[in-house]
Nanobody, 122 residues
Framework: EVQLVATGGGLVQPGGSLRLSCAAS????????MSWVRQRPGKGFELVAS???????THYEESVKGRFTISKDSENTLYLQMNRLEPEDTAMYYC????????????????RGQGTQVTVSP
């Protein structure tokens, strides 16, 4: 059974930091392109950051460049380090994996996890 379990969300003040984790199991983690996707209140899904299977290449949505860092380890865990958080970063954050590519559309990922809520507020 494939599982993607995202944790680490919470309430943080503007300018603060959070690290999201996504524990993966049930598929070839080392062979998967993986991404973090968010859904802001009343909005559609937005690709935030992606990492290729090798970890050698990453991609970020423009508004998070220089503030967020995506990474993965050898223990089947995906991370998103979020620094200098802004109220506009408030969203449900999801992790996703795909063995063929890193789609830009959340629904096209082969595996999708449940979300973890991030709220940035004074």
């Amino acid at each position: 059974e494939v599982q993607l379990v995202a944790t680490g969300g919470g309430l943080v003040q503007p300018g603060g930091s959070l690290r999201l984790s996504c524990a993966a199991s049930g598929f070839a983690f080392s062979a998967a392109g993986m991404s973090w996707v968010r859904q802001r209140p009343g909005k559609g899904f937005e690709l935030v950051a992606s990492i290729l299977p090798s970890g050698a290449a990453t991609h970020y949505e423009e508004s998070v460049k220089g503030r967020f860092t995506i990474s993965k380890d050898s223990e089947n865990t995906l991370y998103l380090q979020m620094n200098r958080l802004e109220p506009e970063d408030t969203a449900m954050y999801y992790c996703a994996a795909d063995l063929a590519s890193c789609p830009r559309v959340f629904s096209q990922y082969g595996y999708r996890g449940q979300g973890t809520q991030v709220t940035v507020s004074p």
